[in-house]
């Protein structure tokens, strides 16, 4: 058995437009956010974020987020969804994009 077959498979976790996918490490440069909310909705000012203060944190690096879940884990919540359970661990967080003939756009709840 090689080293890569020997890694531990990654997670991913759909909630609505969002997309969060373990990863190895969040790049030591990434900021603390001062809040929870991994997406809001334009649209119906819902939102998609953590439930419990303290048990993750959001960090930022340039345009691209990250989320660490602490021991328990972290419930992700929305108005509209079913709430998920994250492990603990390290993950990056993508919005679904939609494209249309004029342009690639950000999914608005």
Do not use: F
């Not at 077959?5 to 976790?13: A, D, E, G, H």
């Not at 759909?14 to 956010?33: C, F, M, S, W, Y």
């Amino acid at each position: 058995m090689n080293r890569e077959s020997q890694k531990k498979p990654l997670l991913l976790y759909r909630h609505g437009d969002v997309l969060v996918a373990q990863i190895d490490a969040i790049p030591e440069n990434a900021t603390k956010r001062p809040h929870l909310v991994l997406a809001e909705g334009e649209m119906t000012g819902h939102s998609h974020r953590i439930a419990a203060p303290g048990s993750a944190q959001i960090l930022q690096d340039g345009t691209t987020m990250y989320l660490r879940v602490k021991d328990p884990g972290a419930t992700l919540v929305h108005q509209e969804h079913g709430p998920i359970t994250i492990p603990p661990g390290e993950y990056r967080v993508w919005r679904q994009r939609e494209y249309s003939p004029k342009e690639i756009r950000m999914v608005r709840d």
